[in-house]
């Protein structure tokens, strides 16, 4: 006989320190994100697929999430499914915390030379799209892919820059 979700789910909680307040861990699988991951439940291949813990943490305590709405975390620990820690909330409301914990991706931190991962200059861009070589040789030149060379080449990417 199988085990409910509530149970398949609590067995896999790290409950860490004594502190009431404290994050309690995921320990199952994890989303390529770090956001913990459970299966569903019912026969593999019968359209069983995964849900998120903390959407679970949330459902199983207070009860069904409303449309529209996402689970957000106080503690910002993606993998944290204490229900003291998780509220609902918009997109918006989602995207203002992800902002205001300095959250968001590199893109939204700068572009071009302000991006903080950033191994080419303007000008390297600007010589890059006037050069007759190959990608690949362009891409040993400057030390980046030759997939990286091609976008630039086709403005996929430092397309905003003449």
């Known amino acids: 006989m199988s085990r409910s979700l509530k149970e398949r789910f609590w067995a896999k909680v790290a409950f860490i320190g004594a ?3 404290a994050c309690w861990e995921w320990r199952g699988t994890k989303h390529y994100k770090g956001y913990g991951q459970i299966g569903k439940g019912g026969k593999l291949g019968s359209g069983g697929h995964m849900l998120y813990a903390h959407r679970v943490a949330w459902e199983l305590t207070n009860g069904p999430i409303p ?3 996402q689970v957000l975390h ?11 820690h998780l509220f609902l909330g918009t997109p918006a409301d989602n995207s203002a915390d992800m902002v205001a914990k300095h959250r968001q991706s590199f893109v939204s931190r700068g572009r071009g030379e302000a991006h903080p991962g950033v191994k080419l200059s303007e000008q390297d861009v600007r ?3 006037k050069s007759l070589n190959s ?6 030149m400057y030390g980046v892919t030759r ?12 397309g905003w820059l003449a």
């Open 19 to 21: 502190e009431p307040d």
């Open 67 to 69: 449309e529209g709405m």
């Open 74 to 84: 106080h503690c910002d620990n993606p993998i944290c499914v204490n229900p003291a």
């Open 127 to 129: 010589d890059i799209r």
């Open 135 to 140: 990608s690949t040789v362009l891409g040993r």
């Open 147 to 158: 997939q990286n060379i091609t976008r630039i080449k086709q403005r996929k990417t430092w």
